[in-house]
């Protein structure tokens, strides 16, 4: 059974860093493109980053790029998300997800979520 487990989310100061963790069971890294997706309460799961298979292409979000960074290590069946410079504005659950198609970073590629970790930001 493939199963998805998050980590790392924490209650951290503005400007403050964390490095989330997203590690796959029951299934090959490698087979699928990583996304990271938040959801903020009384708003809806937005995109944060995505990954390729193999690391070479990345995709972000307007609100996060230059501050969070996703990268991958197959060997360990993990996807990562740094986030520097974090914002209040970043409080959300963190949830990452498997896309089906290894090579697409589009929403719509990724259809299958872990249960999420929380981040807070206090300003």
């Known amino acids: 059974q493939v199963q998805l487990v998050e980590s790392g989310g924490r209650s951290v100061q503005a400007g403050g860093s964390l490095t989330l963790s997203c590690t796959l069971s029951?299934?090959?890294?490698?087979?699928?493109?990583m996304g990271w997706f938040r959801q903020a309460p009384g708003k809806e799961r937005e995109f944060v980053a995505a990954?390729?298979?193999?690391?070479?292409?990345?995709k972000y979000a307007d609100s996060v790029k230059g501050r969070f960074t996703i990268s991958r290590d197959n060997d360990k069946n993990t996807a990562y998300l740094q986030m520097n410079s974090l914002k209040h504005e970043d409080t959300a659950v963190y949830s990452c997800?498997?896309?089906?198609?290894?090579?697409?970073?589009?929403?719509?590629?990724?259809?299958?979520w872990g249960q999420g970790t929380q981040v807070t930001v206090s300003s």
């Open positions: 997800a498997l896309g089906l198609s290894p090579y697409e970073l589009g929403v719509a590629n990724f259809g299958y």
């Open positions: 029951g299934g090959t890294l490698s087979s699928y493109a």
């Open positions: 990954i390729s298979w193999s690391g070479t292409m990345t």
